[in-house]
Every structure is written in C-alpha cells, then in structure tokens.
C-alpha cells in the first residue's frame, strides 16, 4: 500500500474511533523542489537551499514555498514581500509547519499544533491567526479552514461568484479534508463524500457538478478554475466540470487504479502515479506537460500553469517500540533513497527483545532495512522469563517484582533462597542472618529452644501434641505433618510415647531432638 493510502486510511480510521481530527503532520519524504510551466515570475528558479530537505512545495502569482523536512520555510518569486514577511509575525510564530498553501501570492502555514497563519491576498483583506486547525484551503479571496471538531468555516469575500461563502448545512460538520479552488470550496467529508459549493460558474459546467460516483471512498478533491478531481480509494481519477483544454480526459497511464496524488489547475490536471510518475494533461501552453525527467516525483501541487512536485531522495524511517518501559531501538530520521540501515533493539533488564513489526518481520537484531519508501519499524519486548540461576523464579520477576538478584539463588547470601524468602512472604532482599544465627547459637545452651536445628527450621513445625495422666501413667502422643507449600498439611505418622512411674511429687519433661 502507498504511503499516502496508508496515511490518509489511518487518519480516517483515527477519526472514526475518536469523533476528532488529528493536527497535522509532514510528508514522509525529503527531497528537491521542482518546478516547471509558467515562470513569468520566477518560478522554476528553485534555489539552491530547495534542492534538499524538501517534502512539500507550492506556488501562485509570484509566489513559490518550499517546506522543509525540519518544518521552516523557503520562499521565492517575484513577490519580494513575502520572503521578508516570513520571518516577521505572525509567521514567525510557526516554527513546526505542517502544510503550506500559496493563492494569488499570498501564504498559508499550518503547523502540526494546529495553528494557521494566513496572508491576505489584496482581496479578502485580513490576515487569518487560528488555533485547532486541522486542514485549509486558498482560494481568490477567501480561506476555506476545518476545526479539530470537524466544523468548517469560510473567510472572505464573495469575489469572482457569489455563494461560496454560505457553506452548505452538509458541509457544516463531520467534516475531514477542506479545499479551495479559484472561486470554488469543498470538502469530504468522513464517509468520503464530496460536497462542491460557489457560483454557477463557468456556466453549466463547471465544479459544482458534482458526479454520483463522489458520493463515497473518495480520498483527495482538487477544486481548479473550472473543472475538479477527485481521487477513489482504489487509486482511480473522477473528474467533472469545464473541459474547454481537454483538462478532464485522463490520460491512459493514469487509468490503471494507480493514481495517488491529483491537482486541478485552472486548464490543466495533473496527477502523480504510484511508481513516482507525474502525468500531466490539458492546456500545456506554458509547457506544464514536459515532465522533468525525474527518478521518482513524492508530491504535487501548485497553480497558476505551473506544476509544483518534490524529487524525493530520501524517506522518512519511523522506529518506535511496543512499550518504552521495556526497552528501546535504535533512532530514526530522514535516509537516503534506496540506502540500508541498520536497527538495533535493545530490551531494558528484565525484558527480551521479541520481533520487529510495522514494515519489518522477523527478530533478527540487528536488522537491516532497505529504504526505497518511507518505513516504520517497530521493536517489540516481552517478558524475560527465562530463569538463568535456576532458582524457580524468572528473570522478569527477579528484576522487576522482587528486586533479586537473576543470576544467583540467595541473592543477600543469608542462608534463605530467594523463592523460599518469597514463599515466607518476604522479599528476596530481607536479611534472614540475624534470626538464623540467633536460633543457631541457642540450639544447644541452656536457654535453647530445643526445637530443631537451623538447617531444619524452614521445613520442620510441630503439629499437635498431647500430654495425658490416666491410671497414674503419663503418656505424650504427637504426630508428624508434612506439606509441600506450609499450606496444607497432612499426617506422615503419630505415636504415642508412655512415660511408666511418674512421681508422685514432682517431674520435668523436655522434649528435644533425638541425640
Ligand atoms: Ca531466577
Ligand atoms: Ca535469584
Ligand atoms: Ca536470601
């Protein structure tokens, strides 16, 4: 499955599970902005700190931006001011930018904490600041922005057509992705319906003619000047509206359910393949359809008879563990394209390494992986429950729960296991010297217990006892439990013990062990 599939799929997935939209994230490639068809305003002159470390790139009307993999900005173009406004506020306030918009010169940052800074455009005349933004459009004199509840909202004027500022009830909620065309806005929303609303415009054919096949499992639209695309699910192109330059007839090579990006210009399409392909069709006057040879194009945008796209020559690898208490795996970050790296796991004490998942299968650690796309490689541990001192308890519950020593059976050396501590309710570590030597050391003095004998005294308890008189004999009955867990307790044997001719006056008994 293509990334952009895979994202776009776990994002609806997201949203289905938790009524809410995520902030957004950068594409997962990195590489050189290029561009190409119109350059009236210096477009296609890519500067020299764009042909690396780029995943996204947009332009219009004299201007071009480029977004970095490290979320800052490059600009360039005829319109000098923007470069300057960059850096100036409210921009400078978007330090992690997620997703770039350019319209009739004028800038839109949405960084990944959802906060969206627009330009004007000489229309609409006020600079948009937003928080819990999740996704916007451009368009001729109006912003088209979606919540992170799923609300639309739409601000501007009503420029060049009339209407598209009134957003259709259907378009108000459970909304997923917003887009703007010229003078056009649209959405999908969570089932994958397109809703298109503005003026009547171009005359009986344009954008607002939405086909009955867009009703569900559409992923991407493209609104252009008087024609729009949509992207299915299944990687095929729905295309409706003006088709004066033949901007609708997709070409061949984009017919085999292998479209993954798409972008509709104001007289010509474009759409990007899933083996790294841009295919363009319709007007091509500025010649937007000489596609730069290219090994493998990651992205598309743009407007304005140019075609904006990413080279990618490297992708992102994502590593991550199933649990961060039990271990952790070797960093991630932007690799070259179709270089090998290598992974390594390392389980924290008391945990194993169990197998890499994600694009990885197998437990080999290291492991090498061969980065041709953007990858995902996730460590998994367990439990370590091997028992490498042979003591009856695991590695996992020596190290985590009782804090003992795995490679040794008495891990304070005080006479008592570490399971025969744990059996007695005590933890491995309670030193168990003191009472061993005080019991020792009084087994045979005056003031001896007389019991048993410290080797004895985890396995030996007396059980009833019963010393008798009858008919002037004494006699002492006792018996003898044994058990295997100091639970339950059975009899092995009872005897019973006559004491013959007891005094009259007085007598001591003592029981000890026999010498
Ligand atoms: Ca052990
Ligand atoms: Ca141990
Ligand atoms: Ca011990």
Redesign the pocket.
């Known amino acids: 499955m293509k990334p952009l599939y895979a994202a776009w799929l776990t994002l609806l997935a997201a949203n289905i599970c938790y009524g809410q939209l995520p902030y957004p994230t950068r594409p997962n490639f990195s590489g050189k902005a290029v561009v190409w068809g119109r350059s009236l305003e210096g477009q296609t002159n890519v500067p020299s700190n764009a042909l690396t470390g780029v995943c996204s790139v947009a332009g219009h009307s004299g201007l071009t931006v480029a977004l970095k993999t490290n979320g800052t900005i490059i600009a360039w173009g005829s319109n000098s001011v923007i470069p300057t406004a960059i850096g100036a506020y409210p921009f400078s306030t978007i330090t992690n930018a997620a997703k770039i918009g350019v319209f009739s010169g004028s800038l839109g940052l949405l960084s990944t904490d959802g906060k969206l800074v627009t330009m004007s455009d000489g229309y609409e005349g006020t600079m948009l600041t937003l928080s819990n933004v999740v996704d916007f459009g451009m368009g001729l004199g109006f912003r088209i922005v979606l919540k992170n509840d799923s609300s639309v909202e739409v601000f501007g004027n009503n420029i060049h057509g009339s209407n598209k500022l009134t957003i259709p009830s259907a378009a108000l909620t459970n909304v997923r992705a917003v887009v703007a065309g010229t003078s056009h806005a649209g959405v999908i929303d969570k089932g994958g319906k397109v809703i298109v609303w503005g003026p009547d415009w171009p005359t009986g054919s344009n954008p607002l003619n939405v086909p009955s096949e867009a009703q569900t499992n559409i992923v991407s639209l493209s609104i252009g000047w008087g024609h729009a695309l949509a992207l299915k699910n299944n990687g095929s192109i729905l295309a409706w509206g003006n088709n004066d330059w033949g901007q609708l007839t997709v070409p061949q090579e984009a017919q085999s359910n292998n479209v993954v990006g798409i972008v509709a210009d104001e007289a010509h399409s474009v759409a990007l393949l899933n083996d790294g392909r841009v295919v363009v069709w319709g007007y091509g006057d500025y010649g937007q359809k000489i596609v730069p040879a290219a090994k493998r194009f990651e992205a598309i945008n743009g407007y304005g008879q140019a075609v904006y796209a990413v080279e990618a020559s490297g992708w992102l690898l994502t590593t991550t563990v199933n649990n961060s208490l039990m271990g952790s795996v070797t960093s991630g970050g932007y690799k070259a394209d179709n270089s090998t790296q290598s992974i390594q796991a390392y389980p924290n004490p008391g945990y194993v390494f169990s197998g890499w998942s994600g694009d990885l299968v197998g437990n080999a650690n290291p492991i090498s992986i061969n980065m041709n796309l953007s990858k995902t490689a996730v460590a998994n541990f367990a439990q370590d429950l091997a028992d490498n ?1 042979g ?1 009856g ?1 695991s590695n996992y519950d ?1 190290i985590i729960v009782y804090g ?6 008495d ?1 304070n050396n005080d006479g008592i296991t ?1 399971p025969q501590a744990v059996g007695l309710g005590y933890s ?1 570590g309670f030193n168990f010297g003191p009472l061993l030597v005080f019991l020792k050391t009084n087994n045979t003095s005056a003031n001896s217990f007389g019991l048993y004998t410290t080797n004895q005294i985890m396995d030996l308890k007396f059980g009833g006892m019963v010393l008798g008189k009858t008919n002037n004999q004494l006699s002492l009955t006792y018996q003898i439990l044994e058990s295997s867990n100091l639970v339950s307790w059975s009899t092995n044997r009872q005897e019973t013990l006559v004491i013959s001719n007891p005094p009259a006056s007085k007598m001591f008994l003592r029981i000890t062990p026999k010498q």
Do not use: L, M, V
């Open positions: 001192d003591d308890i020596e003992s020593n795995p490679s040794q059976p891990s570490d491995p």
